[in-house]
């Protein structure tokens, strides 16, 4: 695509190899990250979530994931990396951030060269053949990278916002009802079967293709590994004829992942916004009329590591129905609950805003991306 675009007067195309400085690799491996440190600390992952208390760098360098998928990194500061990363200086012709910002919006360009078997890998020769467009002039980077870093400020606050609001309904819940396992408040304490009917999910015989077709969707643990409260659409559905022999249950049930290829993924929860089957990883449960839905969801919520703790403790957790059935829980009388839905409620509508809101600003980040490195940006 590069190679056939027309330049710009001003503009040049150059190779990350030619502009880019390779610093020695890191030998810290990604299992020394932890959830809070004085450092950021970089992984393979395209996403920075691990701090560390060294730090190996100091100053303004791109970070680079080599294994798994492509992610780009912008830093200017002390902070360390995994050895799963490459780390570059860029040549003074260059503002670091411009290059950054040219490779987020074209991140095909890294995506295509992972190759390899198994988990695979990004090489240094692929990414110095790499090519790069650029005015030459410096203001024009400039002003280029303050138009986006407005628009990516605008993206952060987005998100900041919903961190806010998800952690304001937590709030919400623990003042209203207090710590569900140290039970403050006092409230009956019942195993879950009492809160309504618990289903097993299953998986209809693929050997019989006829079970499978559009009628109603047929949920896997993914659909609840999610930060949204309710199930996300499930890639696979399940016809008329697969429905009669699948496991199905109401809307406003509560899907909660009872085993997982990792002890992380059991008790993730979701509310069913629609009728749905699902598969055998999941147990559901069907509220009685004692319980709401959006309190069972939050209680679960706030006590993952309470369920994971009934789990098998293997590296493949697993909570078995009459396990999970027997976990012993606060239930509150119906009438704080149902004072405790209606904020549920009121805050959703606003997430729903806030996503339309995010879905807006993401689509403006990724034109006004697009536009600078067509030199539409400049003044």
Not at 150 to 167: G, I
Not at 314 to 338: A, D, H, T
Request: hydrophobic fraction near 35%; include cysteine.
């Amino acid at each position: 695509m590069i190679q056939k675009t027309k330049l710009l007067e001003g503009w040049r195309i150059s190779t990350l190899g030619d502009i880019f400085d390779f610093e020695k690799k890191s030998k810290i491996k990604a299992g020394e990250g932890v959830k809070k440190g004085k450092y950021k600390f970089f992984t393979s992952s395209d996403i920075q979530s691990k701090f560390i208390d060294k730090s190996t760098f100091d100053g303004e360098y791109l970070i680079f994931s080599t294994g798994g998928g492509a992610g780009v990194h912008y830093c200017n500061e002390k902070f360390s990396t995994s050895t799963d990363c490459f780390v570059v200086k860029v040549d003074k012709r260059l503002l670091t951030k411009f290059v950054y910002y040219f490779l987020f919006a074209n991140i095909h360009l890294l995506e295509s060269g992972f190759k390899g078997a198994g988990l695979k890998h990004i090489s240094k020769d692929y990414l110095k053949k790499i090519k790069i467009v650029y005015p030459e002039n410096k203001e024009t980077q400039k002003h280029i990278v303050s138009i986006l870093e407005k628009a990516e400020s605008a993206k952060n606050m987005r998100k900041d916002a919903d961190e806010l609001t998800k952690d304001y309904l937590n709030s919400v819940f623990l003042e209203m009802f207090g710590d569900p396992l140290t039970n403050p408040k006092k409230w009956e304490v019942k195993p879950l079967k009492e809160f309504g009917e618990i289903k097993t999910g299953n998986t209809p015989p693929r050997s019989k293709p006829e079970y499978y077709g559009d009628y109603i969707d047929w949920i896997k643990s993914d659909n609840i590994n999610t930060p949204f409260t309710f199930l996300t659409k499930g890639e696979e559905m399940l016809s008329e004829e697969g429905a009669k022999v699948g496991r199905i249950v109401p809307k406003k049930s509560i899907l909660v992942t009872c085993i997982a290829g990792s002890l992380s993924c059991i008790g993730n929860v979701a509310i069913a916004g629609r009728e749905v089957a699902f598969n055998q990883q999941i147990n559901a449960i069907v509220p009685n009329n004692s319980v709401n839905e959006y309190f069972l969801y939050y209680l679960i919520l706030n006590t993952k590591k309470y369920i994971q703790n009934s789990s098998t403790q293997s590296m493949k957790g697993m909570i078995s129905k009459s396990v999970f059935e027997s976990i012993r829980y606060i239930c509150p009388p119906l009438p704080p609950q149902l004072k405790f839905s209606k904020i549920v409620e009121k805050v959703e509508k606003l997430k729903e805003y806030q996503k339309e809101s995010k879905t807006q600003i993401d689509d403006l980040f990724n034109a006004l991306m697009q536009k600078a490195f067509k030199g539409e940006l400049v003044a």
